[in-house]
Structures are given as C-alpha cells and as structure tokens.
C-alpha cells in the first residue's frame, strides 16, 4: 500500500500542490542528506500543476519579499515534520537539480524552451519543494511516455517570442529580461510569455491571470 505517498498526496492537495512522483536515491543524484549522518533513501517531488496552486496561495497575506516561496516553506515545512521528512526547495542557494529530479519520479520532457513538458498540463506547472526521506518508500509505477514535443511539427512556441529569445544555445535570459523593461514588451507583460502561451499541449491548464502575471512580475525585477 502506498501509504505515505497517498498521504502527503492528500496533505499537500489541502494547499493546491500535488506530489510529482518520487525515486528511490541512487549515488549520483546529488541527493543532501536528511540530516548528519542519515543519507535519504527516497526523494518525493512536490510541485503545482494548472489552476491548482494560485487561489490557495493568493487568499493569504503575501507583503514582503518572496511571497509564494514563503508561503511554500509556510506550508510543506509543518507536512515534512508530520512524515518524518527534510524538505528542499527549488529557490535553495546553490539550486539543487530540480529539473533533474522531477524527470526520475514522473514522464517530464525538456522542451526546446528549457522548461519541462508533461503531457497533460503542457507547461503549466512548477516544482515547488522536495522531500527527503531517510527510508525507502513505495512509490507507484508510471505508464511509459514519450515527449509531446516529438510529434509536434510547428514548434509555435518557437517562432512566437518577438526578440527571438529562444536559440539551439539556449535561452536569453538577459535580453529577455532588457526586452520587457521596453515599452514594446506590453504584450508580454499582459499576457505573459507569449512561447509559453504558443503551446499547445495543456492548454487549458494556463495559470489564471493574476499568476501569470505575478511570475512575469518576479521575472522581470
Ligand atoms: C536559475 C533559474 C533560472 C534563471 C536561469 C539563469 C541562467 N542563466 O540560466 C532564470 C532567472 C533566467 C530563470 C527563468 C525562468 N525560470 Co527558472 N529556475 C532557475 C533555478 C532556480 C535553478 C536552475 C539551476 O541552475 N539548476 C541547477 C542544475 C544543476 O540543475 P538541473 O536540474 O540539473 O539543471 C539542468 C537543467 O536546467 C538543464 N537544462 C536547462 N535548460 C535546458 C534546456 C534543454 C533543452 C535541456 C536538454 C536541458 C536544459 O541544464 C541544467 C544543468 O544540467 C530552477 C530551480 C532549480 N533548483 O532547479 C528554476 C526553474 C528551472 N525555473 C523555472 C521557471 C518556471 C522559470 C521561468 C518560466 C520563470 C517565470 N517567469 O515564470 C523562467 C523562464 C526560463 C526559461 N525559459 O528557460 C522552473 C521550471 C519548471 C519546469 N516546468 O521545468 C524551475 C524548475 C523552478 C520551479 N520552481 O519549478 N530560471
């Protein structure tokens, strides 16, 4: 029975979150330990997929500097007690590989803008923590999948960015972010990033407005 993993599923959905599969730790994940001397044996990936996160995060008080990153703290810190679990965040100096992560516990693909694609929310979702476990964990099999980039011909999310911003050499983060300090970027500023929205794989997972642009906002100081 999976029990533990149901059981932070349920914990962690009580705040628009979800658990993003998990793995079992192998020597070169770069996986910290739990604590001094107590390597973790498993790792849960936590994230926020579609909708589901902003209204549980916008209806508390969020004055001061990184809002949503307090608030997740706020919110898995007291889980990750209750578990018996040592929480990481993605926001955590130096960065541990998330991305990385994320793509051993669940079907996520590298699309060519550099953010991971799951096949039914597309690129609307994040990861917002992961959870350290010092023994191992049941975890469910996931069905096999391939990246909805593969078959995808057009690749609007390529051709859609006005400065061009997205290369074979990566992304431009810097004359993107010059970009949306110009006047002409308003379209980007009211609607988000227009790659983003190019795709068409989850579409209708887009995050509300109000999120879209309180992480355009984030971006762009
Ligand atoms: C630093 C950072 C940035 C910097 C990047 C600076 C730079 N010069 O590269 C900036 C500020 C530009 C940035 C911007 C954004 N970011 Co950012 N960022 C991070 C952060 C904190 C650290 C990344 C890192 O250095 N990891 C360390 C390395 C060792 O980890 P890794 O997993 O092995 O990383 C590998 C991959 O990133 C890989 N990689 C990166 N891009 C690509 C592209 C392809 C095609 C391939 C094959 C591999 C690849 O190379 C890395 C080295 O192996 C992560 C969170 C985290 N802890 O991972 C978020 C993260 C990657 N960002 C995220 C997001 C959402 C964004 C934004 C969309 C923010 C926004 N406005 O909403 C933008 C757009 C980015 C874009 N289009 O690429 C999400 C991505 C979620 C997803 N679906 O994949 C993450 C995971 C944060 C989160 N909470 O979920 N980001």
Redesign the pocket.
Known sequence: MLFTYDAIATAVAAHGLAVRGGFAVAADD?VPECSPGWPAATVLMI??TGRGMWDAFAATESRGPDPLDRWTRAVVAPIAATFGATAI????Q??????????RGWP?F?????????NEFG??????AALLFPDPLLLPTLPAQTSPCESCVAKPCLVACPID??SAS??D??G??NYLHSLASQPCRDQ??G??NACPVGARHRYPDAQ?HF??R???R
């Open positions: 770069g994230g926020n965040y993605p926001f955590d130096p960065p541990f590989p998330f991305q990385r992560w994320a793509q996520l590298y699309s060519p803008l550099g953010l991971l694609i799951d690129l609307w979702h994040a990861l917002r911003a997205f990566g992304f983060y810097q993107c972010r988000g990033c790659a983003r879209v992480h355009m984030a971006f762009r």
